[in-house]
C-alpha cells in the first residue's frame, strides 16, 4: 500500500533533486558538471511523476518516466558531442569563453573573481592514441602518450 507519508517522502527527495541541480547549473561553469546537473534535475522530475503514479494506482507516472529516460539518452549523446566540439574549438569546458556567441546588443558577463583562460594549442596536426585491434597486444612505447597535441 503506498500511503500518504510515502508520498511525500518521495516528493521531498525529488525536490531535494531538483533543488541540488539547480544548485549546481546555476553555480558551476563547467559544461559536464552543469550537464549533470541538468540531468539531476530530470531524475527529480521522474522520482516526483513515478511517485504521483504509484499514489494514484496508475501507470502513468512510469510511462512519463520512461518517456523522459529515453528523450534523456537522445539529448546526453547530442550535449556531449556538442561539448567535445566546443572543447575542441576553445580548449576548455569553462561556459564564460563562450560569450561571443550571445545575442547581439547583450552585455557579456564579467566575473572579476576569475576568468577562464583556454589551454594554449601547441602548433602541430592534432593526434589522437591509435587502439589495437582485440587480441594483439600493443606495443609500449618507450615514452607515454601524454599529450593530446604533438
Keep these: 500500500m503506498f500511503s500518504e507519508d510515502m508520498l511525500?517522502?518521495?516528493?521531498?527527495?525529488?525536490?531535494?533533486l531538483m533543488a541540488l541541480g539547480m544548485l549546481g547549473f546555476l553555480s558551476r561553469r563547467n559544461m559536464i558538471v552543469m550537464f549533470l546537473s541538468a540531468e539531476m534535475m530530470l531524475q527529480g522530475v521522474a522520482t516526483t511523476l513515478i511517485a504521483f503514479g504509484?499514489?494514484?494506482?496508475?501507470w502513468t507516472g512510469q510511462v512519463f518516466t520512461i518517456i523522459i529516460l529515453t528523450?534523456?539518452?537522445?539529448e546526453a549523446s547530442i550535449a556531449l558531442a556538442l561539448i567535445m566540439g566546443?572543447?575542441?574549438?576553445?580548449?576548455?569546458?569553462?561556459v564564460t569563453l563562450w560569450q561571443?556567441?550571445?545575442e547581439p546588443g547583450t552585455l557579456?558577463?564579467?566575473d572579476a573573481a576569475?576568468?577562464?583562460e583556454p589551454l594554449v594549442a601547441e602548433p602541430g596536426p592534432e593526434t589522437y592514441p591509435h587502439l589495437t585491434p582485440a587480441g594483439i597486444e600493443p606495443a609500449h612505447p618507450a615514452q607515454p602518450w601524454m599529450k593530446r597535441r604533438s
Design 100 to 102: 561571443d556567441v550571445r
Design 54 to 58: 504509484r499514489y494514484h494506482g496508475n
Design 108 to 110: 557579456p558577463h564579467v
Design 8 to 16: 511525500v517522502n518521495y516528493l521531498m527527495i525529488g525536490a531535494a
Design 114 to 116: 576569475s576568468e577562464a
Design 71 to 74: 528523450v534523456a539518452a537522445c
Design 86 to 94: 566546443l572543447f575542441n574549438r576553445r580548449n576548455s569546458l569553462d
